[in-house]
């Protein structure tokens, strides 16, 4: 069998063979390989979470309001009732009522409201750290109730504090008070943090 003698490459020809090489690896090398690693994708999608910051935040304080109670006539019995076993106001994470106002961010008025307690409760909403909500329980703390005419009695709640939910009714059953709270959630829900910043820094007029 004969061999073909290989003649010698010059310094020139091999250069050109290495310039056409590295030209033709350039030309189908514009477009990067896919990751052959899938298992990132798959862990992205396990353990990252993407949302919007008001939608976080809302989470947060829809699911952790601490009720202070402020129990002042009938409907703070119906008030305490939602604590036990049947309607387990623990559902919500509220069953700890808070002995502090600096501890809670929801305030719940049950009652006749008289001239002489709006003081303490109106001292008792300004201890309270930002955000905070009311709610006012029954037809007394809505509106004074039967009571709304006697020189001794608030007509209204919201005329010493703001209110966000009213639960109407004489007194109100624990199921109501239990709907109130589910209404206050859908109005933290719908909260905007940005909103409330910008209201908080324009200036007062």
């Not at 990132?40 to 009720?67: F, Q």
């Not at 303490?120 to 005419?149: H, N, T």
Request: proline residues 8%.
């Amino acid at each position: 069998m004969e061999v073909e003698s290989m003649r010698p490459y010059s310094s020139r020809e091999l250069d050109r063979a290495e310039s056409a090489e590295i030209e033709a690896l350039i030309a189908a090398s514009k477009e990067p390989h896919p990751d052959p690693v899938t298992w990132i994708d798959e862990e992205v999608r396990k353990n990252v979470l993407v949302t919007a910051v008001d939608s976080l935040l809302n989470w947060g304080r829809h699911y952790s309001l601490w009720p202070v109670n402020f129990g002042l006539a009938c409907c703070a019995f119906e008030m305490v009732a939602t604590a036990v076993s049947r309607f387990d106001i623990s559902r919500f994470g509220m069953e700890l009522f808070r002995p502090s106002p600096r501890q809670a961010d929801l305030l719940l008025v049950a009652g006749t409201l008289t001239w002489k307690m709006a003081p303490a409760l109106k001292r008792v909403y300004d201890q309270m750290a930002e955000p905070k909500w009311v709610l006012a329980m029954g037809a007394c703390a809505i509106s004074g109730g039967p009571f709304r005419d006697s020189y001794s009695v608030v007509p209204g709640v919201n005329l010493i504090v703001p209110v966000d939910v009213y639960v109407p009714g004489c007194p109100p059953r624990p199921e109501a008070l239990l709907h109130g709270i589910i209404m206050l959630h859908q109005k933290i829900d719908k909260d905007t943090f940005l909103k409330k910043r910008q209201d908080d820094q324009a200036p007062l007029r």
